[in-house]
């Protein structure tokens, strides 16, 4: 079992930036593959970007690629999203999620943890 606690989030001017947290607890956090979700407003959730265990390897939705990072620090259990260039559509709630399976990383189905969600309001 491991729980994902979540911060960051707020309200931001379109172009700004924000960073969100997310830390773990439980099981070895190394060991697991870590991604971040989103849901827009009145629309279904989305796949944003995804890390493997050691972050080396780091995927991205095709929308925030160049504008998002995802990256890790497994000494302190935690996965980031630092969000730029932030847009009105980037507007949603924030989801980290943890996967000991990494079959396909898109899928919100691969993931086992879920985090709380955090709220994202870019306004143009």
């Known amino acids: 079992q491991v729980q994902l606690v979540q911060s960051g989030g707020g309200l931001v001017q379109a172009g700004g930036s924000l960073r969100l947290s997310c830390v773990a607890s439980g099981r070895t956090f190394s060991t697991y593959l870590m991604g971040w979700f989103r849901r827009p407003p009145g629309k279904e959730r989305e796949f944003v970007a995804a890390?493997?265990?050691?972050?080396?390897?780091?995927y991205y939705a095709d929308s925030v690629k160049g504008r998002f990072t995802i990256s890790r620090d497994n000494a302190k259990n935690a996965v980031y999203l630092q969000m730029n260039s932030l847009k009105a559509e980037d507007t949603a709630i924030y989801y980290c999620?943890?996967?000991?399976?990494?079959?396909?990383?898109?899928?919100?189905?691969?993931?086992?943890?879920w985090g709380g969600g955090a709220q994202v309001t870019v306004s143009s």
């Open positions: 999620a943890a996967a000991l399976r990494s079959d396909d990383h898109t899928r919100g189905a691969t993931y086992a943890y």
């Open positions: 890390i493997n265990r050691n972050g080396i390897s780091t």
